[in-house]
């Protein structure tokens, strides 16, 4: 039985992505799971720390200051989150906006070019259907030439002196 795979490829680093002008381009990953995971409990537990101490070298009648003051402090460091994840959507949006603009820009450019080519080929396929034309009523006109009678023979040079103005000897004479 032979092996089939193959060694595993030296890991290159990603491209870094760059906007049309060349500059480079931030690139936002997921927050990890264990962020999210670690990161809750974390904070609830720097919350009820803080309730905590506060009540051990609070006094008696201040005690519900200092519940309230602990309860500030989780809902503040809960805000300091909500904030910090919503910067990364916006950040994260503008950039996908970003992208889907260049792609608009890369597909607008790519259908003018394309655009571009296409009649630069259909004006070759014009210009090598005109010469073929040409070429063909000369043809005929050369085979004409043996004919006995003489209109025979002139009237397929003069057709195609007439129609083409660059088969024509008069223009071309000082």
């Known amino acids: 039985m032979t092996d089939n ?6 890991a290159s680093p990603p491209p870094t992505p760059t906007t049309s002008t060349g500059e480079v381009r931030p690139v936002l990953r997921p927050i990890p799971g264990w962020v999210i995971a670690v990161g809750i409990p974390v904070m609830l537990l720097v919350a009820v720390g803080a309730v905590w101490l506060m009540l051990g070298i609070g006094v008696d009648g201040a005690k519900l200051d200092v519940i309230r003051t602990g309860g500030t402090l989780g809902v503040g460091l809960g805000g300091v989150l909500v904030l910090w994840l919503g910067i990364r959507r916006q950040r994260s949006t503008e950039l996908d906006l ?3 603009y260049e792609a608009h820009e890369l597909a607008e450019r790519t259908a003018a070019n394309t655009l571009a080519h296409q009649q630069a080929v259909a004006d070759d396929v014009r210009a090598d259907a005109t010469e073929r034309r040409i070429t063909e009523l000369y043809t005929k006109a050369v ?5 006995e009678k003489a209109p025979v023979r002139l009237y397929a040079l003069e057709r195609l002196a007439q129609d083409n103005e660059s088969q024509r000897q008069l223009d071309r004479l000082p």
């Open 5 to 10: 795979t193959r060694p595993p490829a030296a």
């Open 98 to 100: 970003l992208a889907k």
């Open 143 to 147: 085979e004409q030439l043996g004919a």
